[in-house]
């Protein structure tokens, strides 16, 4: 069995917001990401997955806080650390994160360079720019962009670019895990394929050991990673490996998000898109059974008194419905 | 058939150039069209094309440098205010990024309420416009009574969206131009988005312009498209010709940017 | 709105900017209701009096009564306030001459020293070098501290109308005391006089409400300006901006308190009022502000709401009016605030060069510091004079950029912490 970079057990972080009240936006989510394998998060804007990207580097400030569960990477239980020694010995060493819109974060003042130096400097105090420019060159040159960037400002350059820039800089430090919220959902289609080239390229380099990619784009996904996590309401509803995920979703909701999926083949365009009506619920006050219950179709009136838990189904493949997966196939069949 | 078709939108050699001597950017570069009736066309080219320029010379709020924009088969003109708010009871837009789109010191009420006065509803008493409001509302699947008093920004991006749609419910014009409406949201609205703008197609016969990046979207949803590179039309023709048939380079490079699920996604490409 | 007002309220930076702000305008405006002489009114004769209590001397003489206190050391207080310290370092050079070693001579402690000379001096000593002049300063000397070391009480005398005779008619002895409370004409000069002999607070406080008023006409003049240039440039563009920007920078090309400077000049001191300063001001520093809502306005013009607005058949000035203004509302008051402030600034600029509002009827705080100035109160000493007024001018700017950081945080989401 490969070596398990990254293991999550039941963990529940939340926010309090300005009036005191607490938001789940993740809860009791387990995952496992083992060793040159890329796990993608899926969901609809406001399930939690970025909440769940900055919870996975066990560095927390407000209005978010931990409240439960363990992280593991390769092996060392980071919950419960104290943030200071987090930010040293974890951040950008262990583990990486891309924010969301890092790109449009990145200070126009600054020339590209200095923020590689930067981010060096505060893990290595003696080592001399020379140094660092040549580091920063030879991972430019491996990753397939032009070592001119590092001398110019964040707005010389094109949004495709930024972002590949951004994601270089945040494996300088050779991360074993890297998690990368939304890197192209704001680019237009071929500068989207050139930052997904570029994840395929880290992984295929060595350059990180693992990868968590959260994107709302199915198809991407698809196309990266190797396993799919479908996140809804800040739980976990749905684990397959990609393909299983795409192509025969069990849960109602994964199944919806997948009907939502165009790509131009043959074909598409007598497809009916099915979207899902609704809105998911608040999280201030999350419903007491199944958190999907509103918005879906084949809801019986026993999924809206419990909570329900996780199925888990040979080979690892888990769902969260009151449903037996034969159940789901024959309603699916039957419209 | 042929004949059947009625020109509603056409132009030829439109041309947009911003800044002068050295900083001069051609935008939009001598493009010709002809948009028909009831039609859905879509206008696709990656960022920096030009399909935002060309959409606003035809919503006129820019003017062109050079061209002409044929209107129903009559020269458009649009040289007083008097004349562009008629022109603009013809042609409305939803643009890109929901978030930039609504003033964010008004009301959703009164973003609604506008469009019942422009056509010509000022005197309608406020029941019957409380009930038009809702009628726009309900046809995007939104509540007009948790929406009066909140603000748009305080709604998520797809639902603003869906907002901007109610507007063009309400509206009824003959032209819609849609500016990537769906680009900056989720996948699972984009997919609302989409069948409601379908939908109220259907329902008025509206002539739909629809702007992409993603090539894909466009073959999905569109008759006609228009293929855009540094402010040309490369290539154009019915959706199935141009998409399952390219002919130009940049067209085929378009199709391979959007991903793949069916069949192999080749990366090398880029 | 009420969301915002308290939002704006959280900033620490706008709550004591506020604070200040707030304190100086309730001092300026309480304080007139107390003390209701003229603020140019001439107290006293002569200038520079230092702050302090002044007690008139004749009213406590013929206080009604007297009290006699015995202070062990009211005579040792009044002796060492009497011995100035060119007379302390005489008394330290007869004492060396006298032989006594450096280290033994304290000029601090003034009754060791006293008896020191007592106990040395000789006026018949004969000190090779020494001057007549100097020896008769220090037979002097040693008389007046011997009338200072006296018990003696110091009589009052009255002229008798009839013969013209001093008679005798009390004495105050050195124990005698009188209640300041009970002495019938006191007063209290807290920052002292100036050069005119006015009441330096008093004049200060006038001093502010005219600057603050200067300020407030000033800057709300040029940010009208400035502010309707700007949107009808930014908005309306073409023609209109190029002309607009072309006046711009003309204006910004000559410094504006050159103009300034000349505009006063060639007004002349006679026509120079409070107010008539204001309005220059205002003309001549709208420029910045007319720069700054131009290039806001060009950046909203080109937004998706603005144009969403047209779309929906608004006219221009509708459109200004509800989809640009209140966008750059919270922008335009911090400019204001700004503009208050260097308003102040600029009218203290002009009068300490002799060019501010003509001195005959109010005073302002530039013309504090300009009289302070031509009467050398900083090369004199007389820091009541000028040191207030500088603290003054330095809190109202200070608060108002206070202010205006704290506005700046809340408005400005990059700089929200
Ligand atoms: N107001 C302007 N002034 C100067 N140049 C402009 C202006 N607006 C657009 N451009 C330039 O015109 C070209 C086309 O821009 P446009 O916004 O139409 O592209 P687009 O195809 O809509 O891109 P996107 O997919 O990113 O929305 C670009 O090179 C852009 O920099
Ligand atoms: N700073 C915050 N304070 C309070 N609640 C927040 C905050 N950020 C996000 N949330 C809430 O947490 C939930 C998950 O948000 P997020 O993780 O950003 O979702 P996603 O990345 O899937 O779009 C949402 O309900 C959102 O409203
Ligand atoms: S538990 Fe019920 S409501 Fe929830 S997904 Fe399953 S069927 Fe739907
Ligand atoms: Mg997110
Ligand atoms: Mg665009």
Redesign the pocket.
């Known amino acids: 069995m490969a070596n398990v970079m990254l293991e999550v057990k039941e963990l529940t972080t939340k926010y309090i917001t300005r009036f005191g009240e607490d938001v789940y936006a993740v809860d009791h989510v387990s995952l496992k990401v083992e060793e040159g394998k890329a796990l993608g998060i899926a969901g609809e804007s406001g399930c939690g997955k970025s909440t769940l990207a900055l919870s996975l580097m066990g560095y927390y400030f407000a209005p978010l806080h931990y409240t439960s569960g363990e992280i593991i990477i390769d092996g060392r239980n980071i919950s419960g650390m104290n943030p200071d020694e987090v930010r040293k010995s974890i951040l950008g060493k262990e583990i990486a994160y891309i924010p969301q819109a890092a790109m449009n974060a990145l200070n126009p003042t600054r020339k590209i360079i200095h923020f590689i130096e930067d981010v060096i400097q505060e893990h290595e105090l003696y080592i001399t720019k020379k140094d660092i420019y040549d580091r920063a060159r030879k991972l430019f040159e491996t990753l397939g962009l032009p070592a001119e960037v590092l001398q110019k400002y964040p707005v010389e350059l094109s949004g495709g670019m930024k972002q590949r820039t951004v994601i270089a800089i945040s494996v300088l430090l050779l991360p074993k895990v890297l998690i990368a919220d939304e890197p192209s959902s704001a680019l237009d289609v071929t500068s989207q394929k050139m930052v997904i080239k570029m994840l395929r390229q880290l992984m295929e380099t060595g350059l990180i050991s693992s990868l968590i990619f959260i994107t709302h784009e199915l198809p991407l996904l698809y196309n990266v990673t190797d396993d799919i996590m479908v996140m809804y309401a800040g739980q976990i509803v749905e684990k397959a490996n990609s393909k299983e995920a795409v192509f025969d979703p069990i849960h109602p909701y994964a199944k919806g998000l997948m009907g939502s999926i165009i790509v131009p083949e043959k074909g598409l365009r007598d497809v009916k898109l099915t979207a899902i009506p609704g809105v998911p619920p608040n999280l201030k006050r999350p419903p007491a059974g199944c958190r999907f219950a509103e918005r879906c179709k084949y809801v019986q009136p026993e999924c809206k008194v419990h909570s329900v838990d996780l199925r888990e189904l040979e080979g690892g493949r888990t769902y969260r419905c009151i449903f037996s997966e034969e159940q789901l196939r024959k309603a699916y069949q039957n419209g | 058939m042929a004949d059947e078709k009625k020109l509603c939108l056409s132009g030829s050699g439109i041309t947009k150039v911003f800044g002068i001597g050295r900083q001069k950017t051609v935008a939009v570069d001598h493009v010709d069209f002809n948009f028909y009736e009831g039609e859905i066309i879509s206008i696709v080219g990656e960022?920096g094309s030009g399909?935002?320029t060309l959409a606003k010379m035809l919503l006129g709020l820019i003017s062109s440098t050079e061209g002409d924009i044929y209107f129903l088969g009559q020269k458009r003109d649009i040289s007083s205010q008097k004349k562009k708010q008629e022109y603009w009871k013809n042609i409305q837009a939803i643009f890109?990024d929901p978030f930039s789109s609504y003033n964010i010191f008004n009301k959703i009420d009164s973003v609604l309420l506008d469009c019942i006065h422009m056509r010509g509803g000022r005197k309608l008493p406020y029941a019957k416009k409380v009930e038009l409001m809702s009628e726009a509302c309900s046809f995007v699947n939104l509540k007009f009574e948790e929406l009066t008093n909140k603000y748009p920004f305080e709604l998520s991006g797809g639902q603003m969206q869906r907002l901007m749609i109610a507007r063009i419910f309400l509206l009824k014009p003959k032209i819609l131009l849609a500016?990537?409406p769906t680009s900056m949201i989720d996948a699972c609205s984009r997919a609302t988005i989409l069948d409601m703008l379908m939908q109220l197609r259907d329902e008025t016969g509206m002539t739909l312009i629809f702007?992409t990046h993603d090539i894909g979207l466009a073959y999905f949803v569109s008759d006609s498209v228009y293929i855009m590179e540094h402010g040309k039309f490369v290539e154009s023709g019915t959706a199935d010709e141009v998409i399952l048939h390219p002919k130009e380079v940049y067209t085929q490079r378009l199709i391979n940017d959007v991903p793949k699920i069916y069949e192999e996604w080749d990366l090398s490409t880029v | 709105m009420k969301h915002i007002i308290r939002q704006v309220f959280h900033s620490g930076k706008f709550v004591v900017g506020f604070c200040i702000f707030v304190t100086i305008l309730l001092v300026v405006i309480i304080y007139p209701l107390f003390i209701t002489d003229s603020p140019l009114a001439i107290l006293g004769q002569g200038t520079f009096f230092p702050p302090g209590i002044y007690v008139s001397t004749f009213d406590s003489i013929n206080s009604p009564t007297t009290y006699t206190l015995d202070l062990n050391d009211a005579a040792a207080v009044r002796i060492a306030n009497k011995l100035s310290s060119d007379d302390r370092l005489a008394i330290k050079d007869w004492l060396l001459v006298a032989g006594i070693p450096e280290d033994q001579i304290d000029i601090t402690d003034t009754k060791k020293l006293l008896d020191q000379w007592s106990s040395n001096y000789d006026p018949k000593k004969n000190i090779p070098g020494m001057t007549n002049a100097k020896r008769n300063y220090f037979v002097r000397l040693d008389n007046s501290l011997k009338g200072l070391l006296s018990a003696e009480g110091a009589i009052i005398a009255t002229k008798n109308p009839e013969t013209g005779i001093l008679e005798q008619t009390g004495i105050v002895n050195q124990s005698d005391y009188v209640n300041i409370n009970q002495v019938a004409s006191v007063r209290w000069l807290p920052l002292g006089t100036d050069n005119f002999g006015r009441d330096v607070l008093n004049e200060l406080v006038k001093a502010t409400v005219v600057s603050l008023q200067i300020g407030f006409v000033a800057g709300i003049i040029a940010t009208l300006i400035g502010l309707t240039l700007g949107l009808l440039a930014g908005y309306i563009g073409g023609i209109a901006d190029d002309v607009i920007m072309f006046i711009t920078n003309l204006f910004t090309v000559i410094p504006s308190f050159v103009l300034l400077i000349l505009i006063s000049f060639s007004i002349g001191q006679e026509q120079r009022g409070a107010f008539t300063i204001a309005v220059v001001i205002g003309f001549t520093s709208w420029v910045w502000t007319a720069r700054a809502v131009r290039s806001q306005v060009v950046s909203l013009r080109n937004r998706d709401h603005v144009n969403l607005s047209k779309l929906s058949g608004h006219s221009i000035v509708h459109i200004i009016l509800t989809d640009i203004l209140p966008y750059i509302a919270s922008y335009v008051i911090m400019a204001l605030i700004l503009q208050i402030s260097s308003g102040i600034l600029a009218e203290a600029g002009l009068s300490i060069l002799g060019l501010g509002p003509r001195t005959t009827d109010v005073p302002t705080l530039g013309l504090m510091m300009n009289w302070a100035m031509i009467y050398q109160a900083q090369i004199l000493g007389k820091w009541w004079a000028y040191f207030p007024v500088l603290l003054t001018i330095a809190l109202i700017t200070f608060s108002m950029n206070l202010m205006n950081t704290g506005l700046d945080q809340v408005f400005n989401p990059a700089l929200r912490d």
């Open positions: 960022s399909k935002t890109q500016d990537e702007i």
